[in-house]
């Protein structure tokens, strides 16, 4: 199994509001029982100066999740690029890969928040061209093709052989085309429409694009009051229903409508405890994921 990969539908993982020892113990936690309940991948994302339920470290905590499981792959999705050199990126994440063979992906956006450049001392500003300037050539030494004296590094050189898979968050067509033309896959965040979405998935294909297309979506096997749902999203974002046919059935639309293929699912709804957490990880795992792969496979 090859890391964010079409047709995958991963997991993304996120902090509960507990001290730091047992926040970590339950993330762990929360990989092994989605691996035993067939989730293909976890993702974990970044934000830094204590910003609500995210890690500064996604690259070390997709490490943490990897140790503590067997099967599953995971990937720091997104990371955020222009905090970095994209050289570190590069050794940081095919060394990982080299612990944990065909089970590290990679996914990197610009950023969207000020604070965490503030407090690296970087120009907010400055990030889209430091983005801009860094995906092709990251691209690249994950797929052993870079220049050197980085190509020498054993860990990139082994990437010629079993790349480094690597996602880009996109919101527009000069970011797919991008995508494109560095041979990497795309990652949609969860608040474009279909309509939007098909656009941009029309584009990246359109521009030679071959990797793989991720919808983010919500979803919630519901017990919930309708007015708590209310709250979650507008049908398109947040995805919750009683049964897991109904749950699949709105996925699938947003594959067939928003021309996806593959998903990241968040089951992490603010307010629920991390046991009921928990069991909607096993719930869409062993009832949602079988049906959608199965109708996924189909489409293709």
Same mark, same amino acid.
């Given at each position: 199994?090859?890391?964010?990969?079409?047709?995958?539908?991963?997991?993304?993982?996120?902090?509960?509001?507990?001290?730091?020892?047992?926040?970590?113990?339950?993330?762990?936690?929360?990989?092994?029982?989605? =691996?035993?309940?067939?989730?293909?991948?976890?993702?974990?994302?970044?934000?830094?100066?204590?910003?609500?339920?995210?890690?500064?470290?996604?690259?070390?905590?997709?490490?943490?999740?990897?140790?503590?499981?067997?099967?599953?792959?995971?990937?720091?999705?997104? %990371?955020?690029?222009?905090?970095?050199?994209?050289?570190?990126?590069?050794?940081?994440?095919?060394?990982?890969?080299?612990?944990?063979?065909? @089970?590290?992906? %990679?996914?990197?956006?610009?950023?969207?928040?000020?604070?965490?450049?503030?407090?690296?001392?970087?120009?907010?500003? &400055?990030?889209?061209?430091?983005?801009?300037?860094?995906?092709?050539?990251?691209?690249?030494?994950?797929?052993?093709?870079?220049?050197?004296?980085? #190509?020498?590094?054993?860990?990139?050189?082994?990437?010629?052989?079993?790349?480094?898979?690597?996602?880009?968050?996109?919101?527009?067509?000069?970011?797919?085309?991008?995508?494109?033309?560095?041979?990497?896959?795309?990652?949609?965040?969860?608040?474009?429409?279909?309509?939007?979405?098909?656009?941009?998935?029309?584009?990246?294909?359109? &521009?030679?694009?071959?990797? #793989?297309?991720?919808?983010?979506?919500?979803?919630? @096997?519901?017990?919930? #009051?309708?007015?708590?749902?209310?709250?979650?999203?507008?049908?398109?974002?947040?995805?919750?229903?009683?049964? &897991?046919?109904?749950?699949?059935? /709105? %996925?699938?639309?947003?594959?067939? =409508? /928003?021309?996806?293929?593959?998903?990241?699912?968040?089951?992490?709804?603010?307010?629920?405890?991390? &046991?009921?957490?928990?069991?909607?990880?096993? @719930?869409?795992?062993?009832?949602?994921?079988?049906?959608?792969?199965?109708?996924?496979?189909?489409?293709?």
């Amino acid at each position: 199994m090859t890391p964010l990969a079409p047709g995958q539908i991963s997991l993304r993982i996120y902090p509960h509001r507990l001290p730091p020892v047992q926040m970590v113990e339950r993330m762990c936690a929360q990989a092994r029982v989605a =691996e035993r309940a067939g989730w293909d991948g976890l993702m974990t994302s970044e934000h830094h100066g204590g910003f609500p339920d995210y890690v500064p470290n996604p690259l070390q905590l997709a490490g943490w999740l990897l140790e503590a499981t067997d099967r599953v792959w995971a990937a720091a999705c997104p %990371l955020l690029l222009p905090l970095y050199h994209w050289s570190h990126v590069a050794e940081q994440a095919a060394w990982l890969a080299a612990r944990f063979p065909r @089970r590290v992906g %990679l996914g990197v956006a610009v950023g969207g928040l000020a604070q965490d450049f503030e407090i690296a001392g970087l120009d907010y500003a &400055a990030r889209g061209a430091a983005f801009r300037e860094a995906l092709p050539l990251l691209a690249s030494a994950l797929r052993g093709e870079g220049a050197e004296p980085l #190509s020498q590094d054993p860990a990139i050189a082994a990437t010629r052989e079993v790349p480094v898979p690597l996602v880009s968050a996109a919101q527009g067509p000069k970011a797919v085309a991008r995508a494109a033309t560095a041979g990497v896959g795309v990652l949609f965040d969860s608040l474009q429409t279909l309509d939007r979405m098909r656009e941009l998935c029309d584009a990246y294909v359109e &521009a030679g694009g071959t990797g #793989s297309r991720i919808a983010i979506r919500r979803i919630y @096997r519901s017990y919930a #009051s309708s007015a708590a749902q209310d709250h979650w999203g507008d049908g398109q974002q947040m995805i919750a229903a009683e049964g &897991a046919e109904e749950v699949a059935e /709105g %996925l699938l639309r947003v594959a067939r =409508e /928003g021309g996806c293929d593959a998903f990241n699912l968040r089951v992490h709804v603010k307010g629920v405890e991390p &046991a009921r957490v928990d069991e909607q990880i096993a @719930r869409v795992g062993e009832e949602l994921l079988p049906i959608l792969r199965r109708e996924l496979a189909g489409s293709r």
